[in-house]
């Protein structure tokens, strides 16, 4: 078997600049939700010696002075250019998985040897042509062996974006000069512990007996130490049915408003709904927390959370979001000022099986309501609420976050289309 790992370089900023070549060259960070801390940097801002998860005020100074780009996260944008990545590498690949917005690893099984190199090259030239990304592809016989040949193709231009480990000098060398806390399934968790018992490369790590991984790391080590020497460990898995799903957003501003608060409240139950159908699952109960500002010891605190559990498990929007606000109501107390609202749905099973409840449960609501959240998945592109609840939010979901340096939704609004002069 072989791997490639395509990893999108710093693939936020990169979002950014796809459609804003001003930004070329220039140090550049993308903030978290509501502009609190840096969440991806350029190689000109990781230069410059900001940190991930730099809070924002820490850095204004910067942006104030000219130094420093600043953009809000627009994940509608980096969400589309992701599924247009993916979708050039599903028609270059006989398979490929998705392992995050801006990576994949291509199972190349069956391609020509000689195709493998010219077919990576191309991939790297199309995804930039096609949608402004530069990608890096690592090569090799394992998937772990990937991620650290594609460490090599990001770091040194002298691989032309694409490195292949297919050889024990190759292998040896490249664990030699790989920290093993850059290691895939070892990170910073174990990765001091390791360095504190001498283990400081990746090759290291592969010179330890079997015995001494597996007492050290259990069998999530093991695989890791196999993948590293070269033995396919770690199989495609297929992804567990959720236990919990939360939609929650911190607010720019405290509020104590009932009608405000109920906007929110609809809206995160409305996504935990849409999360709920895109699953194929449904939640038999639906949770509300509130929380006021922990940071303002001159207010009074209050952190209340309620569940309202349903006869039958559902997946539709009014169902989650009638039980959300039921569940709202039980705990809102107009004297405080909230900073945080979320709603969790859990106690999650297949919607495939799901039994009515006899006399308590009206099944032809049911098929409405059902039906009627299908039409609202289909027209409600990206995150627009174009059909909503009257208790809904109008516009994009993301409304009412501080989002001070957002960019356009270039790619999925006729409103934000590129203008060309």
């Known amino acids: 078997m072989v791997y490639a790992l395509v990893d999108c370089n710093n693939f936020f900023v990169s979002c950014e600049r796809a459609f804003q070549p001003e930004l070329e060259g220039r140090p550049v960070v993308v903030l978290s939700n509501n502009d609190g801390c840096v969440v991806a940097r350029s190689n000109e801002s990781k230069a410059m010696g900001i940190k991930m998860g730099t809070p924002f005020f820490k850095v204004k100074h910067l942006v104030d002075a000219g130094t420093l780009e600043v953009r809000s996260s627009n994940y509608s944008l980096y969400g589309d250019l992701s599924r247009r990545v993916m979708h050039i590498l599903a028609e270059a690949a006989p398979r490929i998985e998705i392992y995050s917005i801006d990576e994949a690893f291509m199972l190349l099984d069956g391609v020509p040897e ?120 770690v199989q495609e898995e297929t992804p567990a049915r959720r236990q919990s799903i939360c939609t929650s957003r911190s607010f720019a501003d405290m509020t104590g408003d009932t009608q405000e608060l109920t906007l929110k409240i609809s809206d995160f139950a409305a996504m935990c709904a849409q999360k709920l159908r895109k699953d194929g699952s449904a939640a038999y109960c639906v949770s509300v927390f509130l929380y006021t500002n922990r940071f303002r010891e001159d207010l009074d605190q209050y952190y209340p959370q309620a569940t309202i559990r349903l006869p039958v498990p559902a997946s539709s929007t009014p169902e989650i979001v009638g039980a959300a606000l039921r569940a709202f109501r039980t705990v809102y107390r107009p004297e405080f000022l909230y900073k945080k609202a979320g709603v969790i749905v859990h106690d999650i099973v297949d919607g495939a099986s799901i039994q009515g409840a006899m006399f308590e449960y009206d099944d032809a609501v049911r098929l409405r309501q059902d039906k009627l959240s299908e039409v609202m998945d289909q027209v409600n592109t990206e995150g627009r609420n174009l059909l909503r609840l009257a208790t809904q939010r109008p516009g994009h979901y993301a409304d009412g976050i501080r989002r001070e340096h957002c960019s356009r939704l270039y790619s999925t609004s006729w409103d934000d289309i590129l203008e060309i002069h």
């Open 114 to 233: 000689a195709d493998l190199l010219p077919l990576c090259r191309d991939l790297i030239v199309r995804i930039r042509r096609w949608v402004g990304i530069p990608v890096s592809i690592g090569l090799a016989p394992t998937k772990t062996l990937a991620k650290v040949a594609n460490h090599f193709a990001k770091r040194y231009p002298g691989y032309r974006g694409v490195c292949r480990i297919d050889d024990e000098t190759k292998r040896e060398k490249a664990l030699q000069l790989t920290p093993v806390d850059d290691v895939w399934g070892i990170g910073w968790r174990m990765g001091p512990k390791l360095k504190g018992l001498g283990v400081n490369t990746a090759y290291d790590f592969t010179r330890r007996p079997e015995v001494w991984v597996h007492r050290l790391m259990g069998i999530t080590g093991v695989r890791t130490w196999k993948e590293l020497q070269g033995m396919e460990a």
